[in-house]
């Protein structure tokens, strides 16, 4: 198609020839070919339409831009032989780029005016944040006064997806820690024939810190994500809307379950963590170290006080605190679009995994004030 | 009526979804510069016809020709000829989110189309307006946009490649009775100045008698019947009659008869 369609000047009779589809698939073409073209500097020239076989709206756009750009160097444009259907969608292309006005200016703030902007939308989203915990909490004490608004079954649905659907990439990560940590570990050990130290250095650094912190981190991986995906499409589908018209609040029914469920599930999977990063060292220290099962296991209680697991369970709770709310809270700031679920749902790990990791310093440092 | 006329033939389509028969036998056919509209009671195969001449859903058995090439076994490049030929504005209008009205509408000129980042927006910014939208809304989000705004939206995308077909589902629904109107009269206006045929699926009695010059009522799995919107009210099939006869129907043919004697 591409060859029949041409424009062609004649500069002898002023006149330019257009021939052939001039639509939206020719029109690169014909732009080149009027680029090369070099026009009078005045007078008049035509613009013959009679070899126009085919005209859509883009070839109207054609014509008109070249008319106008043509009559602002000082040239006469006639357009002539145009066919009626030809004519009418030049008017109408016409009237619509008459209308036209210019398209608002963007402005892109400076850089320090984008320090500023991203500053105030941080504080201003810990104040919501802080809101959101308020309004929580409230309906959390609103709840718990009335047995009946009791949601067990969403409870139990949240401790099945986000306890025991997880326990088996948590057993498999915990075995690999242990098994990892006691090979680095023994590696130092070894050199000074204190292989039977690696029951102390395992227990505690597992029980104290590694379990809660792995465990915690998954989880805001596996579930944060999810609930801020699941409540932001929820958000956008109105369904949190409808739960509010229909007299239901939807921290009643889907925020504190999911909450709770994780306030119980992350404990018992850090204890589930622990079992298997001790069993992972035990295997490592049987076959690297030749620490019998029975040495590892009898010696076991005699180093490691149950403080030290008592301190990695007790951390889960907030942990679970830390890694629901966020996700529920970027969960309901969803708004307008498929892309902001995306990016909230990025925000809820990204944060939840920060605020985890800046408790787990916050306790370290309460812990050596207290000596424990 | 020679078949360089017929811009869709549909014949012996049967669908089976869901365990059930949706289509028995379709066979209906869109000529050039006509717009058909396709009725029927809820759950008849309105907008599964659709997604099948779309090429979205494939068709137990039958042919669905667009432009006399056979769409259900076609190959990607053939889709891809036919696909650049036609426009489609989707029910929930299907804007991108993520992208600004203009960049909506630009999608398919960068797409489709080797022409620069100025002309593509300048045709863009044409389009946008030619739906009747306010340039100063074609930086906006389409969140930021209410629902008539959007249709516009949509629709500008939908011609922004000049097609010679376009497919509208339920153009007007959830509009207000103002906007409904004044999106029927874009429609019809567009039809006119572009050359278009539209296939539109709709439930809007109004822009039945307004925007369409033949209808198809579907029922039972088959295309009832295929005629003029005077010619079907008076069509004696129950479910034909049942259907325009509700208030609403007989307001529309009341209002539609007064405005135009």
Redesign the interface.
């Known amino acids: 198609m591409t060859e029949h369609s041409t424009i062609h000047f004649d500069p002898n009779n002023r006149q330019l020839k257009c021939r052939g589809d001039l639509?939206?698939?020719n029109?690169?073409s014909l732009?080149t070919m009027l680029a090369k073209i070099s026009w009078p500097g005045s007078g008049e020239i035509t613009i013959d339409g009679e070899a126009v076989t085919k005209m859509?709206?883009?070839g109207a756009?054609l014509i008109l831009?070249l008319q106008n750009s043509l009559e602002k160097t000082g040239l006469t444009i006639h357009l002539q032989h145009f066919s009626a259907?030809s004519a009418?969608?030049l008017d109408?292309?016409k009237k619509?780029?008459g209308?036209?006005?210019?398209?608002?200016a963007?402005t892109k703030p400076n850089f320090l005016a984008t320090v500023g902007i991203n500053t105030i939308a941080q504080l201003r989203e810990f104040q919501t944040y802080l809101a959101f915990i308020g309004k929580l909490t409230f309906e959390a004490l609103r709840i718990a006064l009335k047995p009946a608004h009791w949601r067990w079954k969403s409870l139990a649905g949240a401790l099945y997806s986000t306890g025991y659907q997880g326990l088996p990439i948590i057993a498999l990560l915990s075995f690999l820690i242990g098994v990892v940590l006691t090979y680095q570990m023994g590696l130092q050990l070894r050199n000074y024939g204190a292989n039977i130290y690696i029951v102390d250095l395992l227990g505690l650094s597992v029980l104290r810190e590694f379990a809660p912190l792995i465990t915690a981190i998954m989880v805001s991986g596996r579930t944060g994500s999810a609930f801020t995906a699941s409540i932001g499409m929820m958000k956008l589908n109105q369904e949190i809307d409808a739960l509010d018209t229909l007299g239901v609040t939807p921290a009643e029914l889907l925020l504190l379950p999911r909450i709770i469920g994780l306030f119980i599930a992350l404990p018992l999977l850090t204890m589930w963590s622990d079992i298997f990063g001790i069993v992972g060292g035990m295997v490592m220290s049987n076959n690297m170290l030749g620490i019998t099962w029975y040495d590892f296991i009898n010696r076991f209680p005699h180093v490691i006080p149950l403080r030290s697991f008592i301190i990695g369970i007790g951390k889960a709770p907030v942990f679970a605190l830390i890694i629901a709310t966020i996700g529920c809270f970027e969960g309901i700031q969803v708004?307008?679009?498929?892309?902001s679920v995306g990016q909230n749902t990025t925000r809820s790990v990204v944060l939840a995994i920060f605020f985890i990791i800046v408790a787990d310093a916050v306790f370290s440092v309460i812990f050596s004030k207290m000596k424990l | 009526m020679t078949d360089n006329d017929v811009i869709i033939e549909i014949k012996n389509l049967k669908t089976r979804l869901g365990g059930t028969w949706v289509h028995k036998d379709i066979n209906l056919s869109v000529r050039r510069g006509e717009v058909l509209g396709i009725v029927g009671g809820s759950g008849t195969g309105k907008t599964t016809l659709l997604r099948e001449m779309l090429c979205l859903t494939r068709p137990t058995a039958g042919s669905i020709k667009v432009f006399g090439q056979e769409v259900t076994t076609a190959s990607p490049q053939t889709l891809l000829a036919i696909q650049r030929r036609w426009g489609v504005l989707f029910q929930s209008n299907a804007l991108f989110s993520s992208l600004t009205v203009l960049e909506n509408v630009m999608f398919p000129l960068r797409e489709h189309t080797s022409l620069d980042l100025a002309s593509i927006q300048e045709l863009a910014i044409l389009k946008i307006q030619m739906a009747g939208l306010p340039v100063d809304s074609a930086l906006k989000y389409p969140a930021e946009l209410s629902g008539g705004m959007q249709k516009r939206a949509g629709l500008a995308r939908a011609i922004v490649l000049d097609p010679e077909l376009i497919f509208l589902d339920e153009p007007t629904a959830g509009l207000d009775p103002n906007t409904a109107a004044g999106l029927d009269e874009l429609i019809l206006n567009l039809q006119s100045t572009m050359g278009l045929t539209i296939v539109m699926v709709t439930h809007d009695i109004d822009s039945l008698w307004t925007v369409t010059n033949r209808v198809a009522f579907l029922g039972q799995g088959v295309v009832l019947c295929a005629d003029k919107m005077n010619v079907l009210v008076n069509n004696p099939n129950p479910i034909i009659h049942e259907f325009f006869s509700g208030p609403r129907g007989r307001a529309a043919e009341g209002s539609h008869q007064h405005g135009t004697s």
């Open positions: 639509n939206l698939a029109l690169p732009q859509d709206s883009a756009w831009e259907e009418s969608l109408i292309v619509k780029l209308e036209k006005t210019s398209l608002p963007m708004k307008n679009s498929a892309d």
